[in-house]
């Protein structure tokens, strides 16, 4: 009797302790699984005072300049961020002295995707001399388009304005772009030269 209990109290005792080894282990794969997710969502390189420039054969095609960019690399969508604002002048070859100019709140850069967004007062300035103010913009470097839902204000180089309502999309150097529901403000002297050929 005394053997047959001292064998059941064992079986017991070791079922226990195998039942705590695997909650344990159940605990802890969970806890891996659930930090391993979290750990990766932090920047991987923070730069202060930013001051980045970009070259193409030796030519300078970007400057930008931000109070702070984070870098976000261990991630499967990698990106770069300007949360507290960003200053970008892009220069054509064609004009290399008379940068464009982009000024936004907040943006943030899919590198490898080669897609850009702008959020918060942005303000475009070609090298022409047009400027666009809307709240947000996308441009897709990889198919060189740049679009937006958003209002856009555009002001000419001649003070005309147009407004186009729901959105616009355009070629990135803003060589051509469309605007959509628009109304605006045209000098006739613009329209006249618009006319003419024919």
Known sequence: MNFS?????????CLF???????????????????GSKSKNFPSQIINN??????DSGFIS?????????KYELIDSP???????????????????????ITAKYA???????????????????NEGQRFAMQSIYWDQRKNRIYTKDTVYVTMEDGSTLVGANGMTAKDDFS???????????STKRLEEKKTPQ
């Open 17 to 35: 302790s195998c039942a705590i080894f695997f909650i344990l282990t159940s605990c802890e794969e969970d806890l891996t699984k659930a930090n």
């Open 50 to 55: 930013a001051n980045i420039i970009q070259r």
């Open 108 to 126: 943030r850069i899919f590198e490898y995707k080669k897609f850009y967004e702008a959020k918060g007062d942005v303000r475009i300035t070609t």
């Open 62 to 70: 970007l400057k930008a300049k931000a109070p702070i960019i984070e």
């Open 5 to 13: 209990k001292k064998i059941s109290y064992k079986n017991i005792a």
């Open 176 to 186: 051509e772009y469309k605007f959509f529901n628009n109304s605006g403000d045209f």
């Open 79 to 101: 990106y770069v961020v300007a949360r507290k604002g960003i200053n970008i002048e892009f220069f054509d070859k064609k004009k290399p002295k008379i940068p464009g100019k």
